[in-house]
């Protein structure tokens, strides 16, 4: 195992929950895990991921493709970005609910307006943000199972391609969760 504190793990945990949640809601993705940067990514060909662009890139990157997106496919997308920090919280906060933070709100802030309508208020914008948080986490509690799989592949190997997500996720049965 190369991560050697929790929060070098919650790392990949993190991306191991965009990951599984992508899964769930039919998309493919794999992730990426750079340790001695302290930094993880999800997206479609992990292998392709460069560093360098990971840490210039801004959340605006993404606009072009949100107006082209439907109500439904943005959401998801806040799904999948709010899955990280929800993922992790399941695992390392289980009994707190925490929020999105860091990049991943950056990008739900960015997603919003084109979901809510240009004009959304900021307390519009911080409800659909807790309303994607509360939804990810809801996904992801019956597959804890899965995201822990792919964290600790991830840890190991440092990079997981979108098929192997797939596969680790089809083949967890998913758990009752208590109410």
């Known amino acids: 195992m190369r991560a050697s504190t929790i929060a070098e793990f919650s790392i990949c ?5 965009h990951a599984t949640a992508a899964a769930l809601l039919g998309s493919s993705v794999g992730c990426r895990y750079y340790p001695d940067e302290s930094i993880g990514v999800t997206m479609r060909s992990p292998k392709a991921a460069v560093l360098r662009d990971l840490k210039n890139s801004g959340s605006e990157r993404f606009c ?3 107006k082209k ?10 799904l999948q970005m709010a899955a990280g920090c ?24 960015n997603l919003a307006p084109f979901a809510l309508g240009k004009n959304c208020s900021d307390s519009e914008i911080d409800i ?14 019956p597959y804890t199972d899965a995201v822990r799989l792919i964290a600790l592949e991830l840890n190991w190997q440092l990079i997981i391609e979108p098929d192997e997500v797939k596969r680790i996720v089809q083949s967890i049965t998913p ?3 208590k109410k």
């Open 13 to 17: 945990l993190h991306e191991a929950s």
């Open 64 to 66: 072009e493709i949100y």
């Open 69 to 78: 997106c439907s109500i439904e496919q943005l959401f998801r997308k806040a």
């Open 86 to 109: 929800a993922g992790a919280d399941l695992f390392i906060n289980p009994g707190i609910k925490e929020t999105v933070d860091g990049i991943d709100r950056q990008d739900i802030e």
């Open 128 to 141: 659909f943000i807790e309303l994607a948080y509360t939804r990810s986490r809801s996904l992801l509690e």
């Open 175 to 177: 758990q009752k969760v």
